[in-house]
């Protein structure tokens, strides 16, 4: 009997026969991109909803989308919060499109391959192809024209860490054996922001580091 | 028919009816075309409000249902949750914890904040645990959920992660349960069955508590 799962566009993704063999041919799907940075010294009092990093997939990248396989955020307080263990205080991961963020310090134009030697071009989150990746400096970043997703992807509790020198790291994976990667289209971004108003005396920073890979879909 | 990566191919079947497949640096586990006959992926995070003291046992606290008149099951495959400890227990050190339960019965929820599932590609299909589909998937704000009608639940719990030791003001802890299939297989909720989170044992007169939850699924046909 043979095995025949139905694909796009009008063909089989496998069609194995009784008697078809499966072979294995070293083949390219593209090669993996990461960077890292970090923000300033965040104010306090940070409202509900502001950005402190924002990553945005250029709208020139056609079908190529952005295969998110892996997030880490690393935060650590720098003054100590009012109140210390406060309930609800936390960062969330969002997706977005419409525009690019403003202010903050952007990323410097790179290719951001893994291997230097690697095929392929510039990312499509590189500033040079339209791309925008940038961090806060000690303000939320501008969103205008952004309209985010309701729901955050992922949440970073921070309700334990608001003592000076309280940090907490947290890497958030995707790869294909638990569901999948994060897909951005051309102009969608993804970002991290605060999801209560952080409170009025407490300043932090953020590390973000993000590792992917760029390809259309099959 | 070929599938392309960014600068070649990835899988090709061949007329013949051969797959060749390609050892990839990294690995790349092909799941299909979100939008078109390839699996769909979820994800969703939320974090309860400040959930009261001495909740009895059994009080539920994140969960869903999905409707009985949809094709495809809901296959969890990870279930993270963080505990924050706001305001100490009676006693720090006690027998405390959280489980996850399977059971159906009822098809709607209420009592909390209602969410909506993201697909991981944001082109791709609603999930049935949303409200389009109308499926129900619900954090707690500050007390226990509710199931409309008599919920039943099997009897043991798909794990019970102990919080014993968290009990002071501040105390943190996280859990990251995985259930893909190198694993065995992921918790599969059926058409028509629902998932609970819940606590096994009453939670003491004096503590005060928050977890957030994350969940990432996928909805297939059964594998079998």
Known sequence: ?218 | MKFQGESGEVLEVEDTGSVLTAPLDPPFTLQGNPTAGGVANFMISATTGIIPAALGAGSIFFGGVVPIYVTNPVQIKRLRIQWTTIVAFSVPVTRRSLALYRGYGTDTMSNGTRLEPLNKYSSGSNSDLGSAVGGHLWIATTTTLVFAGAEQYEANAFFESPFTNVGNAGNFAERDHDFVEAFGQPITINPGELFAIRNPFVMDAGGTWQIAVEMEWNEAVRPD
């Open chain 1, 1 to 218: 009997m043979p095995i025949i799962q139905e694909g796009f566009p009008s063909g089989n993704q496998a069609d194995v026969e009784p008697n078809g063999g499966v072979r294995v041919v070293p083949l390219s799907r593209g090669y993996g991109r990461m960077f890292g940075g970090m923000t300033g010294t965040l104010a306090a009092g940070i409202t509900a909803g502001g950005a402190v990093f924002v990553a945005r997939f250029s709208l020139s990248s056609g079908s190529v989308k952005a295969h998110i396989e892996r997030i880490r955020l690393v935060y650590t307080t720098i003054t100590a919060f009012t109140t210390p263990v406060t309930a609800g205080r936390r960062l969330g991961i969002y997706r977005g499109s419409g525009a690019a963020a403003s202010g903050g310090t952007a990323q410097a134009s790179g290719p951001w391959r893994k291997d230097s030697l690697g095929a392929g071009g510039d990312s499509y989150f590189d500033d040079a192809q339209t791309g925008d990746v940038r961090y806060s400096t000690t303000a939320a970043l501008g969103v205008g024209g952004i309209t985010f997703e309701t729901d955050a992807l992922a949440t970073m509790s921070l309700s334990h860490v608001g003592a000076a020198g309280g940090a907490y790291e947290r890497t958030y994976e995707f790869p294909n054996g638990f569901c999948g990667p994060i897909i951005l289209n051309a102009g969608e971004l993804i970002a991290v922001r605060t999801i209560p108003t952080m409170d009025a005396v407490g300043t932090w920073q953020l590390a973000v580091d993000m590792e992917w890979h760029e390809a259309v879909l099959p």
